[in-house]
Each structure stands twice: as C-alpha cells, then as structure tokens.
C-alpha cells in the first residue's frame, strides 16, 4: 500500500509538473541544416535548374528568417528591405517552439514551389517527433504560426513575375554572327529568356548593375575575338589533372545528358546555387552558430544567389553571346566538344561566375578568412576541394568554366565583375541586424 501511494505521489507530481513546464524555445539547434536537406533532395529529384532553384531556396529561408526575427531582438526583419515585402500580421509569440514554427514555415513555402514531396515527409517525422517531446496543442500552435508567416510569403513570392515568364515566347536563336547558337548535344533553345524581368529582392530599376559589351565578334585569324577561342581550344587540349578536377568540381550541372546509340543517361547532381548553399552549411557548422545566425547565413546567401542571376540572366540576353564551342566549331575544329556540356542559353556573362563572386563575397562578410574543405558534391562521388578562404573558391569556381570549355575568359572576368557589384548594392542594403546587434 505504501508503495502504491507513493506512486501515485510521484505521477501526479509529474503531471502537474507537466502543466506548468513551459514549451522550450529551441530544441535543435540545427533544425534548418535538416530543412536545408530535405529541400535539396526536392530540387534534385526534381530535376530543376539553377534559376528556379534559386527561387525554390531563397523563399522557404526568408519564411524561416522571419518566424525566427520576433525572438532575437538584435536582429532585424527584412520587412521594409525587400521588394514588395508586406508587413506581416502581428502574432502571438507565447508559447511558441521554434524548431516546430520553422519546419512548418519553411516546408509549407517550399512545398508549394517544388514537385515532390520530400519536405512533406521531413515534416510529418519533424513535427510527430516534437509532438512526442512537448505535447500536441504546443505543436499545433507553433504550425500555426509558422503557416502564417508562409502564407504571407507565399502570397507576396506569388507577384514576381515567375508564373508570367512561364507563358512568355521562347528565345529563337539570332541571325547575327555573334549570336548564340544551340549547342550539343540536343541543341535545345535558350531557357529562361525572361528570367531577367523576374521582381530582384533588392534592386531598382537605376541601380541594376551592367556590364559593358562583351569582345566584338571578328573571325579575321589573329582578331582578339579569335585569339578568345584559340585560348578555348588550347587550355582543353593541355588540360592537366588539376584542371580537370576543377572543371568537374565545379560543373554543377543538374542534368547532364549521355547519348549511348537509341539510350539517354540522364546524370542529376546540384546546381550552382545548390553548391553555394552547401558550402554556407559547412561555415556554420564549422563556426558552431545557433538557429538564428544560422537563419541570418541561409537567408543573406539565398538573397546574394536570387539576385545575382537576375541580374546575370539580365545581361546574357541583352546580349545574346555566342558560345565558344559555337565558334571553334564554325572556324576552327569542326568536331570540337568541350569536357563538360556546353549549358543552354548565351554564353556572356558566366552564371556560375557571377553567383559565385556574390555569394563567396556574402560568406566573407559573415564569417571571414578561414582554410576550408568543401565536400558538397561527395555525395555525387566528386572529391572534396580546399581553399584558403571563400573567395577564392569563388574565383576558382569561375575559372573552371574556362578549363571546362564552355565560357570565353571574358565571360568568366565579366561575371565575376557582376557578382561583385551585385554584393556591393547588397552590403549596402540588406540590414540583417539591429544597431545592437
């Protein structure tokens, strides 16, 4: 009897313990790493190319920043900064676990901008887990407030301009010399022509950056335009290893395409802004930072990467650059391929080049100079790189398009130049925190 009443004492401690223990704010730290993943695996299955992948990742993380921007005082939200941002409801913070907020937010944004249903899953595990932890009406009331942040979101990524673009005509390719031409091996049209009309999250039109005119094309031997392809073509006939493995790590191409006789391999891996935001995982994990200032880091980097290939995407078809795969094959070596596929759309200025500089220069605010190892792409079987600090793997990203065959230097130099203005105007603009923070 003795031991049943004290049992008993003990269960009811506990329950009315229970009652009054407050939801805990932050269970995972690292919450976001795995949101991060789970909308990865979206992208890649998904087979989306770099520009809506850009979109798929920058929307989910800006829901995510502004659940998270009404518990950290010293942070600001991006409200007033952000074209066309609305004002968001005020809500009810009391209460709120933030680790069940943030999925909320984040997977219902990006569901609704992906195909697959990776995210959906990562949330049911995420949020029936929480539930274990803290109770279901804590749950519930944390979705509840990160799906309104989503909604606001959603509702304001829904006038961009994207879902215009998608019945705009289609690029036919000019009757200029220097006009791009479709490349091997399916010799597609040009994507995303309008890609460059898209709302930027910070631009104006006055203070867009541009580039000046790329090399005038002239097939005359010796004409500096030649002398660009001839560079082409020698730097892929003396390629070392080291270049080559440059060329590869950075391809990032999110479907390469094989023909093998009537059968077609399609190989899938990350794309530019994928590979960035990789790297941004690895900064924070190594600088061991907490939910918010990791937030802060995926947010600023998926705003750097949006941006930059507007503004890229702008310039390459106001110009409308011809490939050098197009020229040596027109003028010099009929048969020419480079080592990785020639992309399909204008070749100036580089893309990966232009977010490349953007977003090395983004993380260098944030977290400096440090020696790194990037092992983004193991997970496709391509060896880690190390680089001193993130510049430079912005560089190196960009000179890969040259050992690669598929970008003039020009090219490469103009998007870096791009890159580099793009995260000027961003520095200058985007305040992530407060005057204390």
Known sequence: MKIQTALAGVLLLLASCGKNTPTPRILDEDILFKCQAAIDECIIYDHFPPLQASRNYVYPHIAAYEVLVPFFPEYRSLQGQLNGFPVLPKQ???????????????????????????????????????????????????????????????????????????NAPQHNPGNMPASWQPTTPDFLRGTEPHWGTLRSMLFTASDFPSLEAPVTYDSTPGSAFMQAAREVLDIQKKLDSTQ??????????PITITHFGHATINTFKLSPPGHWMGITRYAVKKKQLGLMETSEAFTRVSI????????????????????????????IEPNYSPLIQTPPFPEYPSGHATISASNGRVLHDLFGDYTFTDSTMLQFGISPR????????????????????????????????????????????????????
């Not at 080559?244 to 191409?253: K, L, R, S």
């Not at 750097?304 to 027109?330: G, M, Q």
């Open 92 to 166: 009810d913070t009391a209460g709120i676990n933030l680790d069940a907020a943030v999925t909320a937010a984040f997977q219902k944004t990006g569901s609704a901008l992906v195909y697959s249903r990776y995210l959906d899953t990562f949330r049911m595990k995420t949020l029936a887990a929480l539930e274990a932890q803290i109770g279901k009406k804590a749950v519930e009331r944390s979705v509840a407030y990160g799906e309104r942040i989503a909604d606001s979101v959603l509702a304001w990524a829904g006038r961009d301009n994207f879902r215009q673009t998608r």
């Open 386 to 437: 190390t680089f001193n600090n993130f510049v430079e793997a912005a560089d190196e990203a960009a000179m890969s398009r040259l050992y690669g065959g598929i970008h003039f230097r020009n090219g490469n130099e103009g998007g870096k130049k791009l890159g580099a203005a793009v995260h000027a105007l961003h520095k200058n603009k985007l305040v992530t925190r407060t005057s204390g923070g």
């Open 304 to 331: 750097s990467a949006f941006d930059a290939l507007i503004a890229c995407w702008k310039e390459k078809y106001r110009w409308d650059y011809i490939r050098p795969e197009t020229v040596i094959r027109r003028h």
């Open 244 to 253: 080559t493995a440059i060329a590869w790590y950075w391809d990032d191409n």
